[in-house]
């Protein structure tokens, strides 16, 4: 490629000549500095100057685009299709990396009609959509594959509509879809599930019992355990209970440290003005925008070193993914957090907490939401966060506090 | 996120108990946003320039740009890969009356990684709602969107998100105000069925007669002295409305038939001039009728005047009509259309213009306010287009 200067320069849009070089300069200076994000340009010099590290695939890149030049050959074979989907699906989990959710719909796009779409790929739009948070898109597919004969049997689609359920806020329904887990044949996650529902309602003791119970099966996987004894942390920090919630975390992330349950670890940590002990946890968790919007909160509040370049890097990101003004509400939830930890702006964390809890109403939206009317003095935002948690029947006394 | 990542925790169990696969893989990942282009799209009479900065990452799916496969991308891969880029890249963006070419490339570092940047270029006019058809990633990440801000001279920054849509014919984002309007058949599409939009072509055409400044600017010149005769000594005012009416109405159908001719010429494609010389000639008209107001020097008659600015002007109509991308079918009723509705727009001016010019006709100070006045202005705002459309610089708000 002859034509290519060896050392590019960037610049920035220039409508032509020198006769009108001095006023569109100044229009261009204009123009930058409305840009959000961060930019600059690259300079490559040598031929072998990496410029871009791509993203670790589950295998190899090889392998990985043959899966991909298959199904671009074969693109209505369902079970390729679905193979790939789940393969980036994973890859979105792990990395927290919402490119590979975008992948793996792709993979599925033969399928636009949910009704014709086979049932494992029904399965995963419904999984993509949740993972989305496009959870009444979540919400219908689920319940398409699910009335499809044959269904009864699928444990893990009927666990996943009682999550994206009571993520939702909507418990009895969750309740209903937890009793179809067990039907289904998945009585531990049943009964899980059932007890998460009563303890967000407040069943404390109940659902103690029944966390206890589950827990003291011999047989479970570590991975299993884990996740009930997160369950049972988050249950007595919503109950006020310090002491049994940290107890419960450090036991769950000594079998499996898995990022869910860190973040949940250092929220509790920051909560519990211990943010040193939270940035440890974190620290060798992926930066995803979770993580780093705790780290840097945790590095504000500790007065860590570490500070200054985590706040300006979530900084950085917000604007980045506000540029598509989407992003404000499928971020709203960390939106509000960053504005009122860090910015100090109430206002704004109360905008961005009510668009936040519009679509999504787990106890940690409700404490924002709470958080953020206090913050702003605002007697309405308080009456509503009050209004929400009585709607919904959710016990938790950190909310409890501020109301 | 919980609601997310629990569900993660959740699945995680779940696959456990029911025997699927469970992959670990250490992310590393530093990027966690969806994926994103961006557009800056200047647009300047006459010139449109577009910055596409497309991430390196998402280019490396649909292209497999990192030839080794070793994770990297080195400088050597994307710049030999960069023809690649550009074709896959122009073929899924296309701004309706506006075909780009290439004009410059670059690199970009973002905080979710690098970008390639292509510098586009056009030699027209962005229409005021300017349609984009954006089908970039659409088989690769139906989460994509491009970015896109528009600005023009003078006005706010239009931003407008634009979704991909898999390449096929009528599909496009038009662009306006607040953002992405519903995807729309193309506007011709609606048009042989002959129904609620038979007539859209009509609205066009006095649309852009009533807000195309330059046509109104020049007839307001012709018709400045209208209602004054030249009489040996000195320009008197008409007696009668009727004195005043015939002349006008020449001046406006030579104006109107020479700029139909040239209309349809250029419409029908058997004669083409490039934009580039029609506005700034146009601007030039206006100045040189404006001028023979203030000292006359045209050797004919206004009416002759008229008609070859006219074909000037004709021209101009006919570049906006390329932009709306007329339905083949139905072309010669659209052009009509079109026409009717310049004509019908410019009779309203013609009718508000000359009744106020006749009622103050009387007014001793209308020869040197009005006229002269009048003309002057319409010198240096003919002259200021002229500069403006010349040397893409833009200085007057409109």
Redesign the interface.
């Known amino acids: ?1 002859a034509g ?1 200067p060896a050392t ?10 020198a ?2 070089g001095a ?2 300069a100044g ?1 261009l200076v204009l ?1 930058g500095a ?1 840009t959000a ?8 010099t ?13 295998a ?3 392998e990985d ?1 043959q899966l ?1 030049k298959r199904l671009a050959e074969r693109p209505d074979d369902a079970a390729l299709a679905a193979a790939v989907a789940q ?1 980036y699906l ?2 979105a ?7 590979f ?3 793996a ?2 993979a599925l ?1 033969a399928w636009p009609d949910p009704a014709r779409a086979p049932s494992d790929v029904l399965f995963l739009r419904a ?1 993509l959509e ?4 496009e ?1 009444d898109a979540s919400v219908a597919h689920l319940r398409i594959l699910l009335a499809r004969p044959g269904s009864v049997r699928n ?2 689609a009927w ?2 509509l009682a ?2 359920l009571r ?1 939702q806020g909507r418990y009895a329904e969750s309740d209903a879809a937890c009793g179809d887990v067990g039907r289904a044949g ?1 009585d ?2 049943s009964r899980a599930c059932l007890a998460e529902n009563a303890a967000l309602r407040g069943e404390t003791a109940a659902a103690r019992r029944s966390f206890q119970a589950l827990l003291a099966d011999a047989r479970l ?1 570590p ?2 355990r ?2 009930l004894l ?1 369950s049972l942390a988050e249950l007595e920090e919503r109950d006020g209970r310090a002491a049994a919630a940290d107890a419960a975390f450090r036991a769950a992330l000594r079998l499996d440290s ?4 860190a ?2 670890y250092a929220d509790f940590l920051i909560a519990q003005k211990r943010p040193a002990e939270a940035l440890a946890v974190l620290k060798d968790e ?5 993580v780093l919007l705790r780290l840097a909160i945790a590095g504000q509040k500790a007065n860590a070193a570490s500070r200054e370049r985590d706040v300006a ?1 979530m900084r ?2 917000i604007a ?2 506000n ?5 404000r509400i499928f971020h709203g ?2 939106q509000a957090m960053f504005a009122l930890a860090i910015e100090g702006d109430a206002a704004h964390a109360l905008e961005l907490a009510r668009g936040d809890v519009a679509r ?1 109403r ?1 106890p ?1 939206d409700l404490l924002v939401l709470a958080q953020a009317a206090r913050a702003s003095g605002s007697r309405d935002a308080i009456e509503e966060a009050r209004q929400l948690k009585a709607t919904l029947g959710l016990h938790d006394r950190r909310i409890d506090a501020l109301l | ?18 025997g ?1 696969v469970f ?14 282009s ?1 557009l ?1 799209i ?1 647009a ?1 009479p006459g ?1 449109l ?3 596409w ?1 497309i991430a ?3 280019l ?2 649909a292209l ?1 740009l ?1 030839s080794d ?8 891969e ?3 890969a ?2 690649r880029i550009e074709t896959y890249a122009m073929q899924r963006l296309t701004i309706e009356g506006c075909p780009l070419t290439a004009t ?12 390639a ?1 292509l ?1 586009l270029a056009s030699s027209c006019t962005l229409p005021a709602t300017p349609r984009i058809t954006y089908g970039l990633f659409a ?7 491009g ?1 896109a801000k528009v ?1 023009r ?1 003078g006005q706010a ?1 239009v ?1 407008s ?1 634009l979704e991909p849509t898999a390449a096929r014919p009528g599909a496009a984002a038009a662009v306006s105000g607040a ?1 992405v309007g519903a995807e729309t058949a193309a506007n011709g599409a609606a048009l042989p069925g002959r129904g609620a939009s038979r007539w859209e072509f009509f609205g066009e055409g006095v649309r852009h007669i009533v807000t195309g400044y330059d046509h109104v600017l020049f007839l307001l010149c012709l018709l400045l002295p209208s209602v004054l005769r030249r009489t040996p000594v000195a320009r008197q005012p008409v007696a009668r409305l009727s004195q005043a009416v015939w002349p006008v109405a020449g001046i406006v159908t030579a104006f109107t038939v020479a700029h139909s001719i040239t209309l349809g010429l250029a419409a029908l494609k058997i004669v083409s001039l490039t934009p580039a010389f029609i506005e700034p000639a146009i601007a030039v008209t206006i100045v040189l009728a404006a001028l023979d107001n203030v000292v006359p020097f045209f050797p004919v008659r206004r009416v002759v005047v008229a008609f070859f600015f006219g074909l000037i002007h004709g021209f101009g109509f006919a570049s906006v009509l390329a932009e709306l991308n007329l339905p083949r079918a139905d072309f010669v009723w659209a052009l009509l259309q079109f026409n009717l509705g310049i004509e019908a727009g410019q009779l309203v001016i013609v009718a508000v213009v000359t009744t106020v010019l006749f009622a103050l006709r009387r007014w001793p100070a209308y020869a040197r306010v009005v006229i002269g006045g009048g003309s002057t202005v319409a010198i240096v705002i003919g002259t200021l287009w002229f500069i403006e459309r010349t ?4 200085i007057l708000p409109f």
């Open positions: 490629m290519v590019l320069s960037i610049a920035p849009m220039r409508p032509s000549p006769l009108t006023l569109l229009l123009a409305t994000a961060k930019a600059a340009p690259i300079t490559p040598r031929d072998d100057e990496v410029i871009e590290v791509l993203p670790a695939t589950s190899s890149r090889n685009r991909r393969r994973e890859q989990r792990e990395s927290g990396d919402p490119r959710a975008g992948l719909l792709a796009r999984t949740q993972y989305l948070h959870f444990a893990q666990l996943t999550t994206v993520v998945a531990i996650y996987a991975s299993t884990s996740w997160t898995d990022t869910y349950t973040i949940a992926p930066r995803t925008d979770t890097e950085d990101r980045l993914a540029e598509r003004p989407e992003a939830r960390e999504q787990e940690l | 996120m919980r609601c997310s990542e629990s569900v993660g925790v959740l699945a995680k169990a779940a696959r456990v108990a029911l699927l992959l670990l893989v250490a992310g590393v990942a530093s990027a966690h946003k969806a994926s994103d961006y800056q200047a300047a010139r320039e577009v910055r900065d390196l990452r998402d490396d799916v497999d990192d496969a070793d994770d990297k991308l080195t400088w050597g994307v710049r030999a960069w023809p410059g490339r670059g690199l970009e570092r973002r905080n979710d990684g690098a970008y940047v510098q088989e690769v990440d139906p989460t994509h969107r970015i600005q001279p920054m931003l998100v953002g040397a893409n610089v833009s």
